[in-house]
């Protein structure tokens, strides 16, 4: 195929995995690559992947996979990321090139739009292709939610954007689905020395990772008090849901900031939002609002929550919780 | 130590109004301030100075009322402010504001370090602060949550990243973009109000610096807005009042077969 590409830039763990993120970006590009006939990339910047791990990319929608391997790309580091991705677009000049809206993918894509002198869309949660032009449109959020933008790159290649996490189904499995694996060696000249990685740290015990959550249990100031976050992580281990937090109950010191959903917090799009006695300030469901279920638990029936819930109970959420837990421990059990 | 703060002049988002028909924001009568999450970068420059002394310059690019953006961040304790405006920028994407930025920050030469928000509430997009590293070369940690070490020629950070942290060092100069665990912003303070009413704040328009004028503005932006619409806000959503002990048990109830039916619960 001649026809310029559509790149996904991958993620990959700390144990040298693909992060599940990645197979989202190839949903997407899947659908882009097929309206335009062209091929479907996967990026891959690491030291010591595995084929196995590798050949997940194709099963997952990709023609080919640029491998590019250095002990130096075993962590991010914007500046090594956006010289190597800049100098393989200069050399094989894709069309597209999406990647996650991410602690990486939006630090690594401005840095990289600059350089290539072309323009960036961030945190998009649909993406489409113009049929007159076959230009890139972009949908995004902005103000808080309170608008819907479509955006387009009419005249610079490549089209960049940073697509929301959890915004799309990833594709099944598919092993007989072939492709290339295109292993590239890294230029020294590419690396950039200035920055050390000094190491990872876990935050807590707790899981906090928002963004990859299927199902987040959040807690608002209607917990009341500190130790009531107990019912919020017994609901929470029950689904296996990642905890989040309303503004207020981070800034009383009940949780730590990684919790916090809203503007001044993360932008969380699970499939379903359980908010456990949250009102629903406008900076809150500015975070939350687009998730596929939300459902709400509040004592106040004017709370804004119930105004976006799919599902909501007006009561105390002292009688209620309590209640789920047992009524749905009863049901693990009988079934 | 001389710290660079880019900052952003914001509609107050909570009270955005959107004119249903042309789905375009109302900004009449809605108060401006400065992006929320720029004080946490303001108010980290001012434990950085008042720990290793030195100077901030906050710098912003706007309509001529922004100037009232920087003179809120002089009252918080910035030393010194620039305001770049002017018809050329108009228009700007973040593209051609990380431009127009950057060629300011060239022009205040030397720095130690530029800190900005993690992003405006307004546009929402992260993407200035990283751009401006990118233009200026300068080494970059984004959603930095704390400052662990700064010595003569280099910076020891803590990065917020999705499944904990990360430390890195940076030499200077460097740009760090910051989210809100890494400082509580401070109140104006009295001195620091008087300070901000008298200060002479420079204008800087594009011929006052070394910018292409083609760069600038919307002429100089890669992306181009083709609509603006209202979302779906509203879910027509089944919702139950508890009254007594038998309403709980059928609103708990019905939430067990709503999870059923969505398959978020599987028995």
Request: net charge positive; glycine share 6%.
């Amino acid at each position: 195929m001649k026809k310029k590409e559509v790149w996904t830039v991958s993620e990959i763990n700390q144990q040298q995995e693909i992060k599940p993120v990645s197979f989202e970006l190839l949903a997407r590009g899947r659908k882009l690559a097929q309206e335009l006939g062209v091929a479907l990339s996967a990026v891959v910047l690491g030291n010591s992947l595995t084929e196995r791990e590798l050949k997940e990319l194709i099963y997952r929608g990709a023609d080919k996979v640029y491998w590019v391997h250095h002990q130096a790309l075993a962590r991010f580091v914007v500046e090594n990321h956006s010289n190597i991705i800049r100098h393989l677009i200069k050399q094989y000049q894709p069309q597209i090139i999406i990647a996650a809206a991410t602690t990486q993918g939006r630090t690594l894509m401005p840095h990289l739009s600059i350089k290539l002198n072309t323009g960036l869309t961030a945190d998009c949660t649909d993406l489409q292709i113009e049929q007159e032009t076959g230009l890139l449109l972009q949908i995004r959020p902005a103000i808080g939610g309170n608008i819907m933008a479509m955006i387009k790159t009419p005249e610079r290649k490549p089209q960049m954007s940073t697509v929301r996490p959890k915004s799309i189904q990833v594709l099944p499995r598919n092993e007989t689905r072939e492709g290339n694996i295109i292993p590239i060696d890294v230029d020294d000249s590419l690396l950039d020395h200035r920055v050390t990685h000094l190491g990872y740290y876990k935050s807590e015990e707790e899981k906090v990772n928002l963004s990859s959550a299927d199902i987040i249990v959040s807690a608002g100031r209607g917990l009341k008090k500190k130790e009531n976050l107990s019912l919020i992580r017994d609901l929470a281990k029950q689904f296996d849901a990642a905890i989040g937090a309303s503004r207020e109950v981070v800034d009383r010191g009940w949780i730590s900031y990684p919790h916090q959903v809203g503007l001044s917090g993360k932008t969380v799009n699970p499939k379903t939002y359980l908010a456990i006695g949250i009102s629903g300030a406008i900076q809150h469901l500015a975070g939350m609002k687009t998730a596929e279920n939300i459902i709400a638990i509040n004592s106040d029936p004017q709370a804004d929550i119930f105004k976006i819930s799919d599902f909501g109970i007006i009561g105390d959420l002292f009688e209620i919780i309590p209640l789920l837990k047992k009524k749905l421990e009863e049901k693990e059990l009988s079934s | 130590m001389k710290i660079i703060v880019p900052i952003k002049q914001v509609p107050e988002t909570s009270r955005v109004k959107i004119n249903e028909e042309t789905g375009t924001i109302i900004r009449d009568g809605v108060e401006n301030i400065i992006n929320p999450l720029d004080l946490y970068a303001i108010e980290s420059a001012i434990q950085l100075r008042e720990n290793h002394s030195g100077s901030i310059t906050v710098i912003s690019m706007g309509p001529p009322k922004a100037e009232t953006a920087l003179r809120e961040a002089i009252a918080m304790g910035a030393d010194q402010a620039i305001l770049i405006t002017g018809r050329e920028f108009a228009g700007s994407d973040t593209w051609s504001t990380a431009y127009a930025l950057s060629a300011l920050i060239e022009n205040i030469k030397p720095y130690d370090l530029i800190i900005t928000g993690e992003r405006a509430t307004d546009g929402d997009t992260g993407q200035v602060g990283p751009a401006i590293a990118s233009f200026l070369n300068l080494p970059l940690s984004t959603y930095t949550g704390k400052i662990e070490t700064v010595n003569k020629d280099h910076i020891i950070v803590k990065r917020l990243i999705e499944e904990g942290y990360e430390r890195l060092q940076l030499p200077l100069p460097a740009l760090l973009t910051v989210v809100k665990e890494i400082a509580y912003p401070r109140l104006p303070t009295l001195r620091g109000k008087q300070k901000a009413r008298t200060i002479d704040i420079p204008i800087h328009s594009g011929k006052d610096m070394k910018v292409k004028e083609e760069k600038l503005g919307l002429a100089g932006s890669p992306t181009r807005v083709v609509r603006i619409y209202r979302p779906q806000v509203t879910r027509k959503g089944t919702i139950f009042q508890v009254k007594d002990e038998k309403t709980l048990a059928e609103s708990v109830d019905q939430l067990i077969s709503f999870l059923k039916e969505k398959k978020i619960v599987s028995f």
